[in-house]
């Protein structure tokens, strides 16, 4: 074989094995800046933590507020996941027992939507508004960065004028000592109203669930909207008819 020959073929061969590990090299190069990349962001999650209220309790799932609160983020394309979190009949003992197992997800936004039944059954509000501040430090110490609101619920009169004001100023309290959104009243427009009420008195009907996603997505809505569209939501409801007019002050979650 001459030699020309042979030494032609060698450097064909050292040729193809060295374009061979320069594509290796370009391929670990190509993952290693993958590997060190930021991964692409996740839906938030809002947590809504309450009592009958949140549940839904007499209506259908998809008519009670958080699931109306869902479908509004996805005609947005938001990527945002409401996790319900009713319980019905809970008190604010009870919700500082169940929040550690509640909290094992990751909370971008956490809503604080207890206490109605505390006061309902005239419980000393030093406690309630106690357990209430234990929630919100609990949450605080395992996602530090996550939003807090805290919904409030007006009593009827017939508990008393001391103890019916002495409750409604916890909450403006708790809000301002924890740096949350204050929701004054979930039920803002819906309580004393009979016609967006159950027979009870106490809980909302459908179109009562749909007023009261109106007085908390404008609470999520600057939590949530991405920059490019705040301010751009609209009425969660398109203002089809369910304007009731403000009503009085007997709500609260029986249940």
């Known amino acids: 074989m001459p030699t020309g020959w042979s030494d032609g073929r060698r450097t064909r061969r050292r040729g193809r094995r060295e374009l061979a ?41 998809e008519q009670a507020f958080p699931a109306l609160i869902q479908a509004r983020l996805d ?55 106690g357990n209430l501040q234990g929630i919100l430090d609990r949450v605080k110490a395992r996602f530090p960065a996550a939003d807090l609101v805290v919904a409030g619920v007006r009593l009827p009169p017939n508990l008393g004028e001391p103890y019916t004001q002495a409750f409604q100023a916890l909450f403006p309290r708790l809000a301002q000592a924890n740096g949350a959104v204050l929701v004054p009243r979930l039920l803002e427009g819906v309580g004393g109203d009979r016609g967006l009420m159950l027979a009870d008195g106490i809980h909302p009907n459908a179109a009562g669930h749909r007023r009261m996603a109106e007085t908390v997505w404008a609470a999520l809505e600057p939590l949530l909207a991405p920059p490019a569209s705040t301010g ?24």
Do not use: H, K, M
């Open 21 to 61: 590990l320069s594509a290796v090299l370009a391929v670990a190069a190509l993952l290693a800046v993958a590997a060190l990349a930021e991964p692409a962001p996740g839906p938030r999650t809002v947590l809504l933590f309450g009592d009958s209220l949140t549940a839904g309790y007499g209506v259908e799932p």
């Open 75 to 129: 005609s947005l394309a938001w990527p945002v996941r409401i996790v319900d979190a009713g319980l019905a009949g809970e008190t604010t003992a009870a919700g500082l027992r169940r929040i550690d197992w509640v909290l094992r997800p990751p909370v971008d936004v956490f809503v604080l939507a207890l206490g109605g039944n505390d006061g309902l059954r005239g419980l000393p509000l030093d406690q309630a508004e």
């Open 232 to 255: 751009a939501a609209q009425d969660l409801q398109g203002r089809s008819g369910a304007d009731a007019p403000a009503a009085g002050d007997a709500e609260g979650d029986g249940q």
